[in-house]
């Protein structure tokens, strides 16, 4: 039986790292669904293979690895390329992603998805947490963290849902405007909460 999961979510450069790291320090198994992205993805997956099919050999470098510099900048500009896109990884990214939750044997696990709610994961989870900060932060962290265009930037930012589609399907929320400390103040009363509710579903 799958363990009690948190997904964490929140916008692009919101600090999604940062919470998942404080998580992990206090014990608890996170898997990062971009890890698990890239992995379905690596030459000699078949999700590559259809990768190449369908957008051609401008997404692949010399070597064969997906250049997802490449493919991020067609599918942020194309809608129905981010769907094809997503039709090809989402699958196999779910296989993996249960597979992971069903071996766990700490009182709870996490999931860490940036799409959460567009990829329809939020199902495979228990409890939504979302980590939160205003939209200019989102953009200047976007900006100075990938070194891209305000253009790309907001395309970034048009693929995810609104910022206040994701507050209002959240569960919890952590605000992370102010210093590491602070939020991480907040995630030791989160851990608290989710040992409880997961021994709780345990039956006592």
């Known amino acids: 039986m799958s363990r009690f999961t948190?997904?964490?979510?929140?916008?692009?450069?919101?600090?999604?790292?940062?919470?998942?790291s404080q998580f992990r320090?206090?014990?608890?198994?996170?898997?990062?669904?971009?890890?698990?992205?890239?992995?379905?993805?690596?030459?000699?997956?078949?999700?590559?293979?259809?990768?190449?099919?369908?957008f051609g050999g401008r997404?692949?470098?010399?070597?064969?690895?997906l250049d997802r510099r490449r493919l991020r900048e067609i599918v942020f500009a194309d809608d129905e390329a981010r769907l094809q896109?997503?039709?090809?990884?989402?699958?196999p990214i779910r296989e993996v992603i249960r597979t992971w939750m069903d071996a766990q044997s700490a009182p709870y696990c996490m999931l860490e998805n940036a799409i959460l709610f567009?990829?329809?994961m939020d199902r495979l989870v228990d409890r939504v947490l979302v980590v939160d900060v205003p939209e200019a932060l989102q953009r200047e962290r976007l900006q100075a963290r990938d070194l891209i265009d305000a253009d790309l930037v907001e395309r970034m930012l048009a693929a995810q849902s609104p910022r206040a589609l994701r507050l209002e399907r959240a569960d919890d929320v952590v605000l992370n405007t102010g210093?590491?400390?602070?939020?991480?103040?907040?995630?030791?009363?989160l851990?608290?909460?989710?040992?409880?509710?997961?021994q709780a579903v345990r039956g006592g």
């Open 59 to 65: 997404v692949l470098q010399a070597d064969g690895q």
């Open 25 to 54: 320090a206090l014990g608890v198994p996170v898997l990062d669904a971009d890890q698990v992205s890239r992995q379905v993805v690596e030459p000699g997956q078949p999700a590559l293979a259809q990768i190449a099919a369908q």
């Open 179 to 189: 210093s590491p400390e602070q939020t991480a103040a907040a995630v030791r009363r």
């Open 191 to 198: 851990h608290r909460d989710y040992l409880a509710r997961a």
């Open 6 to 20: 948190v997904g964490l979510t929140g916008g692009v450069a919101s600090g999604k790292s940062l919470v998942s």
């Open 85 to 91: 896109l997503e039709h090809i990884t989402h699958p």
């Open 118 to 120: 567009e990829s329809g």
